[in-house]
């Protein structure tokens, strides 16, 4: 997997406001581009997520349905989360893999970052394979705003799901969906 693409140099003329939500800023920023036009971005900076396709040791696929209110409607994910201050990518997503799906795993395997929104945010989502699969007696609580359900599939019924539309996943979910399968030899 190639590593991220090296950053080109631009100049930051004006940060013409800028809002903080919780984890997430929004700014709008006036930039001279790296080919000398000037121009106005609007962008979310984000501290960076962490994503985990979990396989159980009978070859199901571990999801969630979660609701998400900007669509209005519950979508399946992988679970995944964004990351603390100060916290490595794996450590996160062990951390989430238990608060949302009430699973840990033994064997993680890297499946590489990927850029979701590269067009308006600066988000970077660190991808693993999740293996070995043991269920929590005790799972820690998720948090409170979380509305999800724990949905196991056949990676079969995956594709069918992905490939008949009956389903929506999101783009990040995709995405690391094809890298676990390459890896996976499916």
């Given at each position: 997997?190639?590593?991220?693409?090296?950053?080109?140099?631009?100049?930051?003329?004006?940060?013409?406001?800028?809002?903080?939500?919780?984890?997430?800023?929004?700014?709008?920023?006036?930039?001279?581009?790296?080919?000398?036009?000037?121009?106005?971005?609007?962008?979310?900076?984000?501290?960076?997520?962490?994503?985990?396709?979990?396989?159980?040791?009978?070859?199901?696929?571990?999801?969630?349905?979660?609701?998400?209110?900007?669509?209005?409607?519950?979508?399946?994910?992988?679970?995944?989360?964004?990351?603390?201050?100060?916290?490595?990518?794996?450590?996160?997503?062990?951390?989430?893999?238990?608060?949302?799906?009430?699973?840990?795993?033994?064997?993680?395997?890297?499946?590489?970052?990927?850029?979701?929104?590269?067009?308006?945010?600066?988000?970077?989502?660190?991808?693993?394979?999740?293996?070995?699969?043991?269920?929590?007696?005790?799972?820690?609580?998720?948090?409170?705003?979380?509305?999800l359900e724990v949905v196991l599939m056949s990676p079969l019924q995956l594709d069918a799901a992905l490939a008949s539309g009956d389903e929506w996943l999101d783009g990040k979910s995709v995405t690391?969906?094809?890298?676990?399968?390459?890896?996976?030899?499916?």
């Amino acid at each position: 997997m190639a590593p991220l693409p090296s950053p080109e140099p631009f100049e930051l003329l004006d940060t013409v406001e800028a809002v903080d939500v919780g984890k997430l800023r929004f700014e709008r920023n006036r930039i001279k581009l790296p080919m000398g036009v000037e121009a106005t971005f609007g962008m979310i900076r984000h501290p960076g997520a962490s994503l985990a396709v979990p396989i159980s040791d009978n070859g199901q696929v571990v999801l969630l349905r979660q609701y998400r209110f900007a669509v209005q409607a519950r979508l399946l994910e992988f679970p995944a989360g964004t990351l603390e201050e100060g916290e490595e990518p794996l450590e996160s997503m062990k951390r989430e893999l238990g608060e949302e799906a009430g699973y840990c795993a033994a064997k993680w395997d890297v499946l590489g970052p990927m850029l979701p929104c590269p067009g308006y945010s600066d988000e970077v989502i660190h991808c693993f394979l999740a293996r070995e699969l043991t269920p929590l007696e005790n799972p820690p609580a998720g948090d409170d705003d979380e509305d999800l359900e724990v949905v196991l599939m056949s990676p079969l019924q995956l594709d069918a799901a992905l490939a008949s539309g009956d389903e929506w996943l999101d783009g990040k979910s995709v995405t690391a969906w094809f890298r676990a399968k390459q890896l996976l030899g499916l």
